[in-house]
């Protein structure tokens, strides 16, 4: 069964610093790649997704992340954090290929980010 | 363009009471899904539609929830008889075709009391 890491629950940075949130994947096939970010009271956004081709995507409000096959991560970076950028973000995936007629698409467990002024 | 609607946003039941939740997804969206989302957690999906018809429900507890979309546009998700641990946020999301990004509406937040 396809599975979506994020290994750190919460993660605290300072205004103005830079951020990596971790996202593994554990699954041999092709996938889709998905992050998304949840304010509070609100829905899930999404940043942005990678499916083929350059591995470097940019996503909507400045965030960036990249897809490294030899390591099944997909991380999401920003160069400069704005305390609006608080909120909790999910890495996704969906698992592709002949014999996954469902193409599920599987959430990991959420990092909190929170913005120190 | 519309988005992913959801109703009502906010429901409070005692247990063993019954709840509906409905789902309007973005006009031409064939998959729709529904995922359960506890408190800390990540979204769960509980089951995943493709047009009307059911493409993945093995994570749906059939003993007390079901969920249609006989028309393959709207969608209801239902739980009868409700326990104390439904309590969650149950999100409502759409995409073009399988694979495809997904975009997620509002949620409806569940209390069981």
């Known amino acids: 069964a396809q599975s979506v890491t994020q290994p750190d629950i919460h993660i605290t940075v300072s205004e103005g610093a830079s951020l990596e949130l971790r996202c593994n994947y554990s699954y041999g096939a092709t996938p889709y790649l998905f992050w998304y970010v949840q304010s509070p009271g609100q829905g899930l956004q999404l940043l942005l997704k990678?499916?083929?081709?350059?591995?470097l995507v940019q996503g909507i409000k400045g965030f960036e992340a990249e897809f490294k096959r030899s390591q099944s991560s997909f991380n999401l970076r920003k160069p400069s954090v704005h305390w609006s950028d608080a909120a909790e973000y999910f890495c996704?995936?969906?698992?592709?290929?002949?014999?996954?007629?469902?193409?599920?698409?599987?959430f990991g467990g959420g990092t909190r980010l929170m913005v120190k002024p | 363009e519309a988005g992913v609607a959801q109703s009502p946003r906010y429901k409070i039941i005692e247990k063993r009471q019954s709840v509906a939740f409905w789902c309007n997804p973005i006009?031409?969206?064939?998959?729709l899904y529904w995922y359960q989302q506890i408190l800390g957690q990540g979204p769960k999906l509980l089951i995943q539609?493709?047009?009307?018809?059911?493409?993945?429900d093995s994570q749906l507890p059939k003993d007390r929830f079901s969920a249609e979309r006989l028309k393959g546009v709207d969608s209801t998700l239902k739980i009868q008889p409700a326990k104390l641990e439904d309590s969650a946020v149950y999100l409502c999301?759409?995409?073009?075709?399988?694979?495809?990004?997904?975009?997620f509406g509002q949620g409806t937040r569940l209390t069981v009391v």
């Open positions: 999301a759409s995409s073009l075709d399988r694979g495809q990004s997904a975009f």
């Open positions: 990678y499916f083929s081709g350059d591995t």
């Open positions: 539609f493709q047009n009307n018809g059911v493409v993945d």
């Open positions: 006009s031409g969206h064939a998959t």
């Open positions: 996704a995936v969906v698992l592709t290929g002949r014999n996954n007629a469902g193409n599920m698409l599987t």
